[in-house]
């Protein structure tokens, strides 16, 4: 769980590149701006995020082994389940449209594939979608919290800071308007995936018995 989140964090956060003009809040973003982008960080960043597809994906295949069928009467467990499958996919498309601007801007492998209005359409559809993706993650967080606060599964210090998560991700989005913030989901998944680990939670207690 925390591996996810912290190659997540790489693909989505690390590894973010912006026009350097964008940091003033009245520059518009056009083609022009298209060449001064480096290439590398984004094919860092897209092999990174497949790497936390990766991690999602066996992450939900253990949890399905120890948690969801061991407690199949769980809500939360299903939850988490669902959500981390489905930002595996989500992700994924997302990831995809980083590693292929990695791969076609300039200086990059297939440079000249795509003119730079081409790359700029690359451009816009990542700009936020790997921070949108996220969502499903946040989801799971929720899922975690009522496991802890409803159903007695996780003690109650993971799963009051995973419900943080989830409500600070959906009450940020209500506020602001801005998709992009559910991403918090990437840190908040490496903080309770650490502190679950290291909890007394019956999840885990009793899988190591």
């Given at each position: 769980?925390?591996?996810?989140?912290?190659?997540?964090?790489?693909?989505?956060?690390?590894?973010?590149?912006?026009?350097?003009?964008?940091?003033?809040?009245?520059?518009?973003?056009?083609?022009?701006?298209?060449?001064?982008?480096?290439?590398?960080?984004?094919?860092?960043?897209?092999?990174?995020?497949?790497?936390?597809v990766?991690?999602?994906?066996?992450?939900?295949a253990?949890?399905?082994?120890?948690?969801?069928?061991?407690?199949?009467?769980?809500?939360?467990?299903s939850?988490?389940?669902?959500?981390?499958?489905?930002?595996?996919g989500?992700?994924?498309?997302?990831?995809?449209?980083?590693?292929?601007?990695?791969?076609?801007?300039?200086?990059?492998?297939?440079?000249?594939?795509?003119?730079?209005?081409?790359?700029?359409?690359?451009?816009?559809?990542?700009?936020?979608?790997?921070?949108?993706?996220?969502?499903?993650?946040?989801?799971?967080l929720?899922?975690?919290?009522?496991?802890?606060?409803?159903?007695?599964?996780?003690?109650?210090?993971?799963?009051?800071?995973?419900?943080?998560?989830?409500?600070?991700?959906?009450?940020?989005?209500?506020?602001?308007?801005?998709?992009?913030?559910p991403?918090?989901?990437?840190?908040?998944?490496?903080?309770?995936?650490?502190?679950?680990?290291?909890?007394?939670?019956?999840?885990?207690?009793?899988?190591?018995?």
């Open positions: 769980m925390s591996a996810a989140g912290l190659l997540g964090m790489v693909g989505t956060l690390f590894t973010d590149q912006r026009p350097a003009g964008e940091a003033s809040g009245d520059y518009t973003v056009s083609v022009r701006d298209i060449p001064d982008l480096d290439h590398l960080p984004f094919r860092i960043g897209g092999f990174g995020g497949f790497l936390c990766a991690a999602l994906l066996v992450f939900a253990v949890w399905r082994r120890h948690v969801s069928q061991r407690y199949d009467w769980s809500i939360g467990a939850i988490v389940s669902f959500g981390a499958v489905a930002a595996a989500t992700l994924t498309l997302a990831y995809g449209w980083k590693g292929a601007l990695g791969n076609y801007l300039h200086g990059a492998i297939e440079e000249g594939t795509y003119d730079d209005a081409g790359l700029y359409t690359y451009y816009v559809m990542n700009d936020f979608s790997p921070f949108i993706a996220a969502l499903p993650l946040a989801v799971a929720g899922g975690i919290a009522w496991m802890g606060l409803r159903e007695g599964l996780v003690t109650r210090g993971p799963a009051v800071l995973a419900g943080l998560v989830c409500l600070l991700a959906f009450v940020a989005v209500a506020a602001t308007g801005v998709p992009g913030l991403f918090v989901a990437l840190p908040g998944f490496v903080l309770v995936g650490s502190w679950l680990s290291l909890s007394r939670s019956r999840i885990v207690k009793e899988d190591l018995s």
